[in-house]
């Protein structure tokens, strides 16, 4: 069975297959990695492990061409961007390196009453199992895999089909870099296996970044098997226009927000929620800016927009945006793709009560919204069932953090975008899923927090 295959977007060749694990072979792997955590993650230090990672974060940095070469053939993102994809996932390994001590350094706890004294030490759980997506194939797995192997857990790392070349880049980068072979260990495996591996004893528990049907999937069987989990779904954030003292410099904003990694992003703006009076101007200048877009082989200088990763995903965005217009939207401009590759869309008058309102469209289509003030503004951004992220742009300070407050979201961003940070949490709330990946939340979802009370 060949269901990992590299299938390059752009020219639809295919281009290498991967088999699928056999049982035999996973069931061998879930025993080393449990072994690998009785050992290694007992006998080394925070201060082994946290060398191990900085030689991760090293390992990326020289090996950032390669890197990026592989994701651009596996889900078409331009260049530049993949780059910029690698360097961030060695910042990332770079941070838990830096801060592990810290992280992982006992809390006191003042007591109420009695003699004595108590804290808080912080150890591993046991054998992890990662499910990561395409569209972020190196930092979506250092957000996991960075604070845990850390701590001291070791990894199952079942990414997504269309990227077995990039996970096997992975697994060698950690290899490389000394961690014991079964700390950190790629696995092909079919969705059905899942299932038997979050349902086995040695395992503790699961992280998964993915669509909402695949989350609920998971949350079931780890529910039934009393498995610890975080989830990092979909996301349709709002970017809320209030006002603004440089109107080309927010619709620049705006389209970044929209368009990175192809429209393709769980967190990326997709709803623009414009004041009134700014409306008719944000319209025209985002379409003619969008429209100015340079879409082409994502290999080639640039390049602002490449194709959407599979044929699928192309499929799956074309019906959306059709089934938007049958329902009442009015088409600005796009709509229509050449092969995998989709243009900049901008929809506009999308009705309440359509699908489209509702859903997450994964590509480069933008929804703009006319809303006659803030209460509005705060109330259709939380008219939907995603709480990932959030824009705010405003030149009102009070206003910025008002609005900020009354969002229901894991992360608002106010007067920028594109402000990740190693540092700071991922997240959200409500069908976006639940738990926190990158700071100092993301080292505290995967640990024990042993309580010690010394009299």
């Not at 060949?2 to 299938?7: D, E, P, R």
């Not at 990326?268 to 082989?297: C, H, N, P, W």
């Not at 290999?299 to 490449?306: K, R």
Request: hydrophobic share 45%.
């Amino acid at each position: 069975m060949n269901a990992y295959a590299v299938i390059n977007p752009a020219t639809g060749e295919t281009v290498k297959t991967y088999p699928t694990i056999c049982d035999a072979d996973l069931d061998a792997a879930i025993g080393a990695a449990d072994a690998a955590h009785r050992d290694w993650s007992r006998t080394s230090t925070v201060a082994e492990r946290a060398a191990l990672i900085r030689r991760v974060s090293e390992l990326f940095a020289e090996r950032r061409q390669e890197l990026s070469e592989i994701i651009v053939r596996e889900m078409g993102k331009p260049m530049d961007q993949a780059l910029g994809e690698v360097d961030f996932s060695a910042d990332i390994y770079a941070y838990y390196a830096n801060n592990a001590e810290a992280l992982l350094r006992d809390e006191p706890v003042a007591l109420l009453a009695g003699e004595g004294s108590a804290l808080i030490r912080r150890s591993s759980l046991g054998v992890l199992l990662g499910i990561m997506p395409w569209n972020f194939p190196y930092y979506q797995v250092a957000r996991f895999a960075g604070p845990n192997l850390v701590i001291g857990n070791t990894i199952l790392l079942k990414h997504a089909e269309q990227c077995p070349e990039s996970a096997e880049a992975i697994e060698a980068i950690f290899h490389d870099a000394g961690f014991p072979a079964d700390a950190y260990t790629n696995i092909y495996a079919s969705h059905e296996q899942i299932s038997t591996i979050i349902a086995d004893k040695r395992l503790q528990g699961v992280s998964l970044t993915g669509s909402e049907r695949a989350g609920a999937a998971v949350a079931e069987v780890a529910g039934r098997n009393l498995k610890k989990i975080v989830l990092e779904l979909g996301g349709s954030d709002p970017f809320i226009l209030l006002s603004t003292d440089d109107l080309d410099a927010t619709v620049k904003a705006a389209l970044t927000a929209r368009l990175d990694n192809n429209g393709q992003a769980c967190n990326a703006a997709k709803r623009f929620i414009i004041a009134d009076d700014l409306y008719d101007q944000f319209v025209e200048k985002f379409t003619a800016a969008i429209s100015a877009v340079k879409m082409g082989d994502p290999t080639a200088e640039g390049i602002d927009l490449g194709p959407l990763s599979s044929a699928k995903a192309t499929e799956t965005l074309t019906k959306q945006v059709a089934r938007a217009v049958e329902q009442g939207a009015t088409l600005v401009i796009g709509g229509t793709a050449d092969g995998n590759f989709y243009p900049g869309t901008v929809l506009t008058e999308v009705e309440a009560g359509s699908d489209a309102f509702h859903e997450e469209f994964f590509g480069p289509v933008a929804q703009i919204f006319r809303v006659p003030d803030e209460a509005a503004a705060i109330a259709l951004a939380n008219n939907t069932p995603f709480g990932l992220g959030s824009y705010v742009f405003t030149t009102d300070p009070e206003q910025a953090l008002r609005v900020a407050d009354g969002i229901e979201a894991g992360m608002v961003f106010v007067n920028l975008v594109g402000a990740d940070g190693a540092e700071l949490p991922f997240g959200g709330v409500k069908r976006s899923g639940s738990g926190r990946e990158l700071g100092r939340f993301g080292a505290d979802e995967f640990v024990n927090k042993k309580m010690i009370r010394i009299g």
